[in-house]
């Protein structure tokens, strides 16, 4: 039997610019369950029972260096995480960064990254902490951190979506 964590990707979605996103970043499905995802990011996944792999894509940024932050020197670990969302009133020092997807018991595992730092896998553990979480995708252009991007989570077993 296959762990949770090492079941393949339930969706796998492409991270490109785009003008009419709030974070400047559009989100479109490349595979799986169009419900599971939102176009500025967020993951609906309420209906889900557990753990849920994910697969994501940057495609043509601006500039062409951006890549995924994973700068374990500095603890980041492409994805910061803040268990419930607190609307727009949250403050970016609230994020926790996920240093060491062992240590935080919101995501599973974070692969290496592939394809040039654009391409990143991740197993999400869909606690129901809180019905909505907040989680942030670090990136950096030239070895420097840039502007990140902050979808929410709609997590297992809540009865309502983002």
Known sequence: MTAPCDAPPAVEVNIAPSASSPSGWGFTLVAGNQS????YGDFDFHAQSGPVVVTLHLVNPTPSSVIFDQDKKNK???????????GPTYS??????VADPSQDHHFGRIDALTDGGRTVTFCYLN???ANISRY???????????QPIDPRITNGQFSGGP
């Open 36 to 39: 599971l995802v939102g176009p």
């Open 76 to 86: 980041i670990d492409v994805f910061g995480f803040l268990p419930q969302d607190y």
């Open 92 to 97: 970016w020092a609230d994020i926790t960064p």
């Open 127 to 129: 606690h129901h902490d």
């Open 136 to 146: 942030v995708i670090y990136l950096a252009a030239g070895n420097k951190p840039i």
